[in-house]
C-alpha cells in the first residue's frame, strides 16, 4: 500500500531562515510526487512536481528514491510561506493522490 | 473563470438528513475526484471517477454517493448525515495522461 508521511505538524521559522519540509512515502512502484500548498482559507493549489524540476516560489523537492523522501526546501523563508503544506503521491491508472498529514508552516517576523 | 467549483461553500444541517454538494469543472478534464478533509486537516480521497469507471476509497460509508450527470459535473450526495460527517469537501479533476489535479475551494460541510 502507498503511504506519504510528513513528520512535522507544525513548523515555525524566522524570516529569511532556510526551511525544509519532510517528506517521506513507500511505494512500491514508481509514484509520482508532488508537494500542495493551502493558504489560509484558500483551496489547495500545486506548488511543484517532481517530475518538472522546477522551483516555485523559491521553493525546490528533489526524489531521493534511495531514502524515499522528497523533501521541500527554501533557503530564505518569507512571511507569506505560511501556509499548510501536503507531499502526496499518485499512481496507477486511477491516479488518486495520498497525501500525506500535512504541515503547517509559520514563518515569524 | 473558475476552473473547478463547488457549491455551497458552507452547508449547515442537523443528522439525519440527505445533502448534496454540487462540483463543476470547465477544464474539459476527464477524471473528477472527491477528497475530504477533517478536523486535524487530514486529506483523504473518497472517489475518482471518470467516463468509465468509480473507484471508491473502501473506507467511505455508502452513505455516500458520487453522481456524474455529465463529464464537467461530479456532485457527492450524501444520505443520513452523521456528527462525523463534518469535514471540508474538496472537488478535484486531472487530464488524462496528467497527474496534477486542480482543486475546488471546498466546501465546508457541519452536522448538528
Known amino acids: 500500500a502507498q503511504r506519504v508521511t510528513q513528520p512535522e505538524k507544525l513548523l515555525s521559522v524566522f524570516k529569511g531562515a532556510p526551511v525544509e519540509l519532510k517528506c517521506n512515502y513507500s511505494y512500491s512502484g514508481s509514484p509520482e510526487l508532488f508537494w500542495y500548498v493551502q493558504y489560509s482559507r484558500q483551496r489547495l493549489q500545486l506548488l511543484l512536481r517532481h517530475i518538472s524540476r522546477e522551483s516555485i516560489k523559491g521553493f525546490t523537492a528533489d526524489l531521493n528514491k534511495g531514502e524515499t523522501s522528497f523533501h521541500l526546501k527554501k533557503p530564505f523563508a518569507q512571511e507569506e510561506d505560511s501556509a499548510m503544506y501536503y507531499c502526496?503521491?499518485?499512481?496507477?491508472?486511477?491516479?488518486?493522490?495520498?497525501f500525506g498529514s500535512g504541515t503547517q508552516l509559520t514563518v515569524l517576523p | 473563470d473558475t476552473a473547478v467549483s463547488q457549491t455551497p461553500k458552507y452547508l449547515v444541517t442537523q443528522m439525519g438528513n440527505d445533502k448534496s454538494i454540487k462540483c463543476e469543472q470547465n477544464?474539459?478534464?476527464?477524471?473528477m475526484y472527491w477528497y475530504k478533509q477533517d478536523s486535524k486537516k487530514f486529506l483523504k480521497i473518497m472517489f475518482s471517477?471518470?467516463?468509465?469507471?468509480?473507484?471508491i476509497n473502501e473506507t467511505v460509508p455508502n452513505r455516500f454517493s458520487p453522481k456524474s450527470p455529465d463529464k464537467a459535473h461530479l456532485n457527492l450526495h450524501i444520505n443520513s448525515l452523521e456528527l462525523g460527517d463534518s469535514a471540508v469537501y474538496f472537488c478535484?479533476?486531472?487530464?488524462?495522461?496528467?497527474?496534477?489535479?486542480?482543486f475546488g475551494p471546498g466546501t465546508r460541510l457541519t452536522v448538528t
Open positions: 478535484a479533476s486531472s487530464q488524462a495522461g496528467v497527474n496534477e489535479q486542480y
Open positions: 477544464l474539459g478534464h476527464d477524471t
Open positions: 502526496a503521491l499518485t499512481s496507477g491508472s486511477a491516479r488518486q493522490l495520498t
Open positions: 471517477y471518470n467516463n468509465k469507471e468509480l473507484i
